[in-house]
């Protein structure tokens, strides 16, 4: 996932400047985080994902800047959560993919007729039942409002068709899902991305994370198909490592796999 550009306002460090730092504007400020928590994810990076969280609650008291600060303060919490997985803390998961939801459910109470508000918070809800395995259920069946209306308001949004794509991989096909289904679904969203990627943002404070995250998952799923799609796999990590050299999970997770 590429910043697209995305200006930051450079401060610099302490040490360099001798005295205090100056202060950013409230923008340039959300944008820095913004920044401070795509690499965070990239790179499993949970201190630094924890400062833009705090940051982005701050920011959130900006009526301006409030809805995306809740946006960032959820998609953050959402990926540290995966984080927390991986460390094998399933209390901080709990915590964080909590916390996600939460973001999200005032995010969406405030501006319900955005697509990628709403698909944040069924990604933040797909979280909170995986991570709490006796609710699972119920949490589940709060899903299916934010995702039809995240697809009815963003058939076209790559962000939303990942979500969507995701969960119908992981469904049965009786129930409307199936691998195939799911991979078509997730392929025609690469190529949103690659058009999105190609354009310029109407406003630079909204959403344009998902390309090299998208292959990197992609690939995943791939592996996980039965069978495994091993070829295809591996372009889509080839793929993700290009746009995002850091990009660890695939390169701790993904690529031993494909090796082994």
Do not use: C
């Not at 910043?3 to 302490?14: F, K, N, V």
């Not at 959300?30 to 401070?36: E, K, P, Q």
């Not at 501006?111 to 918070?121: E, G, H, I």
């Not at 096909?173 to 190609?198: H, T």
């Amino acid at each position: 996932m590429s910043i697209h550009g995305m200006a930051g306002l450079l401060l610099l460090p302490a040490w360099l400047a001798g005295a205090s730092v100056a202060v950013a504007g409230p923008t340039e400020a959300l944008l820095d985080a913004r920044t401070r928590a795509y690499d965070g994810n990239f790179r499993n990076d949970a201190a630094v994902m924890k400062a833009a969280i705090a940051d982005f609650v701050r920011l959130a008291q900006d009526s301006t800047l409030r809805p995306y600060a809740l946006y960032y303060a959820a998609w953050t919490e959402w990926v540290l959560t995966a984080s927390h997985l991986e460390a094998q803390d399933r209390a901080a998961a709990m915590t964080s993919s909590r916390a996600a939801a939460e973001h999200a459910r005032a995010l969406v109470e405030m501006r319900p007729n955005v697509a990628d508000f709403q698909s944040m918070l069924a990604n933040a809800l797909v979280s909170v039942a995986v991570v709490d395995s006796v609710r699972s259920r119920e949490t589940f069946a709060l899903i299916t409002a934010p995702r039809r209306k995240a697809l009815e308001l963003g058939p076209s949004n790559p962000r939303v068709l990942i979500m969507d794509a995701g969960l119908i991989f992981y469904t049965p096909a009786e129930r409307g899902g199936g691998q195939e289904k799911g991979l078509e679904q997730w392929r025609r969203a690469m190529e949103l991305f690659e058009s999105e990627a190609k354009s310029r943002p109407v406003d630079p404070l909204m959403p344009r994370w998902g390309r090299a995250e998208a292959y990197g998952w992609l690939a995943s799923l791939y592996l996980n198909a039965s069978p495994p799609r091993t070829d295809e796999a591996r372009r889509a990590a080839k793929r993700a490592l290009e746009l995002r050299p850091d990009y660890w999970w695939v390169k701790a997770r993904v690529m031993p796999r494909l090796k082994s």
